[in-house]
């Protein structure tokens, strides 16, 4: 009988702990819990729950990564909020207060360097946090809310949004933000409202939105927008993150309040598993193989829930008992 060694070419690794930093495709037996381990890949995308927010909001802004996420501002079904959230990963704490408590905002950034900017009001405030405290940035030159975000604190990019102090009241505007000061970039193909948008500012990706919803995605290059793949659900109100050629959308509002969620490649998007919690004006951080859901509306009231999303392809330990 071939014995694994044979098979494989390679000895089963025995250790008394797991490796810190295995790699997939690595088996390895620990001997301390009697177990052989495989580090493999997932076949298809999955939502976990992760540790609630302190405070129920809709409305919010968020930003970061799943395991150092950011949420801000929102509305807990009362009033405009200022206070800011991180999450470790497990758990949300308090982080410093924004300068202006607002709601339908947009985030970029990372926890540590992290951008707010639009809202309620309608506001052109931009804020700047460093993993303690926010202070202000440039204006932008087009007062909105309801507007799509993507980039970074230093590239960051603003894309759509409703106003009444424009006309048309819904607007196509882009502009891109170098640290200091905001400048105008090209229009959207469609105006629109209540968006989602991941990416960088020159590699950006604008999703949904409106009422009645839009199924559109669009691309940005840095200079102008493209029609990219249509979404399988119109929706409005929804969140995302990742990457332009690995994008991810969830939640938001169809005819009902939505948990659908979708991964996007590039060049068109595919159905993936819907969160536990269906919502709308949530917001997401995160990348397509490790996203963040936070806070919302889920039809009836304003949620501190959180979910972590895990992609197709990401590494899974699997175990197997050895008696």
Same mark, same amino acid.
């Given at each position: 009988?071939?014995?694994?060694?044979?098979?494989?070419g390679q000895q089963v690794l025995v250790v008394?702990?797991?490796?810190?930093?295995?790699?997939?495709?690595?088996?390895?037996?620990?001997?301390?819990?009697?177990?052989?381990?495989?580090?493999?890949?997932?076949?298809?995308?999955?939502?976990?729950?992760?540790?609630?927010?302190?405070?129920?909001?809709?409305?919010?802004?968020?930003?970061?990564?799943?395991?150092?996420?950011?949420?801000?501002?929102?509305?807990?079904?009362?009033?405009?909020?200022?206070?800011?959230?991180?999450?470790?990963?497990?758990?949300?704490?308090? !982080? @410093?207060? %924004?300068?202006? *408590?607002? $709601?339908?905002?947009? /985030? &970029?950034?990372?926890? =540590?360097?992290?951008?707010? +900017? #639009?809202?309620?009001?309608?506001?052109?405030?931009?804020?700047?946090?460093?993993?303690?405290?926010?202070?202000?940035?440039?204006?932008?030159?087009?007062?909105?809310?309801?507007?799509?975000?993507?980039?970074?604190?230093?590239?960051?990019?603003?894309?759509?949004?409703?106003?009444?102090?424009?006309?048309?009241?819904?607007?196509?505007?882009?502009?891109?933000?170098?640290?200091?000061?905001?400048?105008? !970039? @090209?229009? %959207?193909?469609? *105006?629109? $409202?209540?968006?989602? /948008? &991941?990416?960088?500012? =020159?590699?950006?990706?604008? +999703? #949904?939105?409106?009422?009645?919803?839009?199924?559109?995605?669009?691309?940005?290059?840095?200079?102008?927008?493209?029609?990219?793949?249509?979404?399988?659900?119109?929706?409005?109100?929804?969140?995302?993150?990742?990457?332009?050629?690995?994008?991810?959308?969830?939640?938001?509002?169809?005819?009902?309040?939505?948990?659908?969620?979708?991964?996007?490649?590039?060049?068109?998007?595919?159905?993936?598993?819907?969160?536990?919690?269906?919502?709308?004006?949530?917001?997401?951080?995160?990348?397509?193989?490790?996203?963040?859901?936070?806070?919302?509306y889920t039809g009836t009231a304003t949620t501190?829930?959180?979910?972590?999303?895990?992609?197709?392809?990401?590494?899974?330990?699997?175990?197997?008992?050895?008696?």
């Amino acid at each position: 009988m071939s014995t694994y060694t044979q098979i494989f070419g390679q000895q089963v690794l025995v250790v008394t702990a797991d490796p810190s930093n295995p790699t997939v495709g690595q088996m390895w037996y620990n001997s301390t819990s009697k177990t052989l381990k495989f580090l493999g890949t997932t076949t298809a995308g999955a939502w976990a729950a992760g540790g609630n927010l302190a405070t129920a909001r809709e409305r919010l802004g968020g930003t970061g990564t799943q395991t150092a996420g950011l949420a801000f501002g929102g509305y807990d079904g009362t009033s405009s909020l200022a206070n800011t959230e991180e999450y470790d990963g497990s758990s949300w704490t308090s !982080g @410093g207060n %924004l300068g202006s *408590a607002r $709601y339908s905002l947009a /985030g &970029a950034g990372t926890q =540590t360097a992290g951008l707010a +900017f #639009g809202g309620s009001g309608p506001s052109s405030a931009t804020e700047e946090y460093n993993g303690t405290s926010w202070t202000s940035g440039g204006t932008m030159g087009t007062a909105r809310y309801f507007l799509g975000g993507a980039g970074t604190q230093t590239a960051g990019l603003a894309f759509g949004g409703r106003s009444p102090l424009i006309s048309p009241a819904i607007t196509a505007a882009t502009e891109e933000y170098d640290g200091s000061t905001w400048t105008t !970039g @090209g229009n %959207l193909g469609t *105006a629109r $409202y209540a968006l989602a /948008g &991941a990416g960088t500012q =020159t590699a950006g990706l604008a +999703f #949904g939105g409106n009422n009645p919803a839009t199924n559109a995605t669009e691309e940005y290059d840095g200079s102008a927008w493209t029609a990219g793949g249509n979404m399988g659900t119109a929706r409005y109100r929804l969140a995302g993150c990742g990457l332009q050629t690995a994008g991810l959308a969830f939640g938001g509002n169809t005819t009902a309040v939505s948990a659908a969620t979708e991964e996007y490649n590039g060049t068109s998007w595919t159905t993936s598993t819907s969160m536990a919690t269906a919502r709308r004006l949530l917001a997401g951080a995160g990348i397509q193989t490790a996203g963040l859901a936070f806070g919302g509306y889920t039809g009836t009231a304003t949620t501190t829930a959180t979910e972590e999303y895990t992609g197709a392809g990401s590494p899974v330990t699997r175990t197997f008992t050895v008696s």
